[in-house]
């Protein structure tokens, strides 16, 4: 089965960085892009950036604008985010995730991974 595998995350002061990392294997899938979300407890998870694999466009949500950068490894099938200027609302379990081709949903998610920002 497809497995993206998330190994980063942490514990980091606000104003501080932390890179994702998201590698995916074990299946064949369609993939058109590649997105990060974001789950705070108790609430609905969240759109937080994706990267096309072909060209390499990104899309941001508005609150990481200028401070989170995703970026991708074609050769190694891993995509990343890098996070600055990070602020305890940032605190979420972050989750990677496959949108698919053609229907442009996201079909395969990672594990997920607990970034904590503390203040």
């Known amino acids: 089965q497809v497995q993206l595998v998330e190994p980063g995350g942490g514990l980091v002061q606000a104003g501080g960085s932390l890179r994702l990392s998201c590698a995916a294997s074990?299946?064949?899938?369609?993939?058109?892009?590649m997105g990060w979300f974001l789950q705070a407890p108790g609430k609905e998870r969240e759109f937080v950036a994706r990267?096309?694999?072909?060209?390499?466009?990104?899309y941001y949500a508005d609150s990481v604008k200028g401070r989170f950068t995703i970026s991708r490894d074609n050769a190694k099938n891993t995509v990343y985010l890098q996070m600055t200027s990070l602020k305890p609302e940032d605190t979420a379990v972050y989750y990677c995730a496959n949108q698919q081709g053609g229907s442009y949903r996201y079909n395969y998610w990672g594990q997920g991974t607990q970034v904590t920002v503390s203040s």
């Open positions: 074990g299946g064949t899938f369609s993939s058109y892009a």
């Open positions: 990267i096309t694999w072909r060209g390499g466009d990104t």
